[in-house]
């Protein structure tokens, strides 16, 4: 019976082995970063090549410069909801990769779980602002195509617009301190015992207080974050130019391979 018993289990097909923590961080890095490099390719396209037209030059004292640029917004509502909903991808892969990157500075250290708290924090609150953003353009479209009172459908989007922009600027506050958390923690890691170099450390310093700094230009004034973000697009979403398109898809491929490569290290023979 035993040598049967063998012989079935030698048979029986194995299963296979679930990927590792490190690989899944890995992915979510990758997808992660793509969504933002996609998001940002797009709006270069959407104001290189005019996918969405240019605001109408008019007047915002006179109800008919209101109709126009009204009419000019309900345009752009498909474009925005494409932008953004690429972006929030980017954005939700920044929530576990959190985790990930306090296991890999040390779940015992202050900074690495301050920045697992941060990071999923400010990027929650980046959507919420979005999700309440589109939707508040939704409505404002359509009460503007349906002829209630250009007045108040402008009032009505110009309190959303606040709203975000404080959404915004508490999410984008939030994430500079995580990067600026995560640094601390691994430079104050013992010395010949680092998990990441001072490099990837130098690289979060810099990450975090461009976002610190962009939180700031939403505290101060909206004019300035056009300065700092150059031409804002037509739907909303240029803001993804700093922290998208130039840092932090770098970052997150750069933490995925980190962790993947901690692992084979903790492994090894």
Not at 130 to 146: D, I, Q, T, Y
Request: proline fraction near 6%; glycine fraction near 10%; charge should be neutral.
């Amino acid at each position: 019976m035993t040598a049967a018993t063998d012989d079935i289990h030698a048979r029986t097909p194995s299963r296979p082995a679930a990927p590792s923590p490190a690989v899944a961080a890995d992915l979510v890095a990758y997808l992660g970063a793509a969504a933002f490099v996609v998001a940002a390719v797009w709006y270069g396209l959407t104001t290189r090549f005019v996918t969405v037209a240019n605001p109408p030059a008019f007047n915002p004292g006179t109800l008919d410069g209101l109709h126009r640029w009204f009419a000019w917004l309900v345009t752009t509502l498909s474009q925005q909801r494409l932008d953004t909903g690429i972006a929030v991808a980017g954005f939700l892969c920044l929530v576990p990769l959190a985790a990930f990157a306090r296991d890999l500075l040390g779940r015992d250290r202050v900074l690495a779980r301050l920045g697992s708290l941060a990071l999923p924090t400010g990027a929650l609150l980046w959507v919420a602002g979005e999700v309440l953003h589109l939707g508040g353009h939704r409505a404002a479209g359509l009460m503007a195509s349906h002829g209630d009172p250009i007045e108040t459908v402008n009032a009505i989007l110009f309190s959303v617009g606040m709203l975000d922009d404080a959404f915004e600027l508490a999410a984008f506050a939030l994430l500079g301190v995580a990067l600026l958390a995560f640094a601390g923690a691994a430079i104050g890691g013992p010395t010949g015992n680092r998990a990441v170099p001072r490099a990837w450390c130098g690289y979060s310093l810099l990450l975090g207080v461009v976002l610190l700094t962009l939180s700031g230009a939403y505290a101060a004034n909206d004019d300035l974050v056009g300065v700092l973000l150059g031409k804002r697009c037509p739907t909303d979403t240029s803001h993804l130019l700093v922290g998208g398109a130039l840092l932090l898809p770098v970052w997150l491929l750069w933490t995925g391979r980190l962790l993947r490569t901690n692992e084979l290290t903790r492994h090894a023979p």
